[in-house]
Nanobody, 125 residues
Framework: VQLQASGGGLVQAGGSLRLSCAASGRTFSSYAEGWFRQAPGKEREFVAAISWSGGSTSYADSVKGRFTISRDNAKDTVYLEMNSLKPEDTAVYYC???????????????????WGQGTQVTVSS
C-alpha cells in the first residue's frame, strides 16, 4: 500500500495539529497502521498505532493523553490528533502500514511493511 502523510507544520507549544495518512493501492481496511517520529540525531520512535478495524489502539507513554489516533476506512485515511504539543514533540512524523486482519497493533518499526514519506512537525517554545 502507498502512504502519503500530511498535516505537519509549525505550531506554538500548547497548540494542536492533526496529521493525516492517506493510503492507496490496496484494501486499506486490511491494514494495521502506526505513527512514528524521528527527531534530528535520534532514532525513530513509536508514537501510536491502530488495528485494522480501529478496535485496538496503542500509544507511547510520552504522548498518552495528548495524542489520539483514529481511522476512517471509507476514506482510506488514518489520523493523528495532537494536542498540548511540546517542543520535544518536534520531529518528522511517519505513518506505516502492516497487512493484517488481526486486532493487534505494532509498536516496533520492524513490524511494519510500508512507510509514508514523513511530514515535519515543529513546536516552538
Amino acid at each position: 500500500v502507498q502512504l502519503q502523510a500530511s498535516g505537519g507544520g509549525l505550531v506554538q507549544a500548547g497548540g494542536s495539529l492533526r496529521l493525516s495518512c492517506a493510503a492507496s493501492g490496496r484494501t486499506f481496511s486490511s491494514y494495521a497502521e502506526g505513527w512514528f517520529r524521528q527527531a534530528p540525531g535520534k532514532e525513530r520512535e513509536f508514537v501510536a498505532a491502530i488495528s485494522w478495524s480501529g478496535g485496538s489502539t496503542s500509544y507511547a507513554d510520552s504522548v498518552k493523553g495528548r495524542f489520539t489516533i483514529s481511522r476512517d476506512n471509507a476514506k482510506d485515511t488514518v489520523y493523528l490528533e495532537m494536542n498540548s504539543l511540546k517542543p520535544e514533540d518536534t520531529a518528522v512524523y511517519y505513518c506505516a502500514a502492516k497487512r493484517t486482519r488481526l486486532t493487534i497493533t505494532g509498536r516496533s518499526a520492524n513490524w511494519y511493511e510500508d512507510w509514508g514519506q514523513g511530514t515535519q512537525v515543529t513546536v516552538s517554545s
